[in-house]
């Protein structure tokens, strides 16, 4: 079993930033990926970007060049900055976790993040 603990959402203008993390714990002995998606009102939830355990990375293309994600495995942790952030960020952020050799997802509470115009 494995928690995903989210932190860092809020409130920014746009052209601001934010700083999200996720912490994870539980029974963590297998390689794995971690990701943010977000989830605006009335929408389906959407991918933001991906980690591996190798530092491969993966961005949705409405992001790449505003948002990174980066992680720190001895934390078990993954982060995502986001700069730049436009009113159309405007979502619940859910991070979430899989093992490498799993097709099963674990998930994160989901923390908002709010860009006001």
């Known amino acids: 079993q494995v928690q995903l603990v989210e932190s860092g959402g809020g409130l920014v203008q746009a052209g601001g930033s934010l700083r999200l993390s996720c912490a994870a714990s539980g029974s963590i002995f297998r390689l794995y990926a971690m990701g943010w998606y977000r989830q605006a009102p009335g929408k389906q939830r959407e991918l933001v970007a991906t980690i591996t355990s190798d530092g491969t990375t993966n961005y949705a293309d409405s992001v790449k060049g505003r948002f990174t994600i980066s992680r720190e495995n001895f934390k078990n942790t993954v982060y995502l900055r986001m700069n730049s952030l436009e009113p159309e960020d405007t979502a619940v952020y859910y991070c979430?976790?899989?093992?490498?050799?799993?097709?099963?997802?674990?998930w994160g509470q989901g923390t908002r993040v709010t860009v006001s115009s």
């Open positions: 979430s976790f899989r093992f490498l050799t799993s097709s099963y997802d674990y």
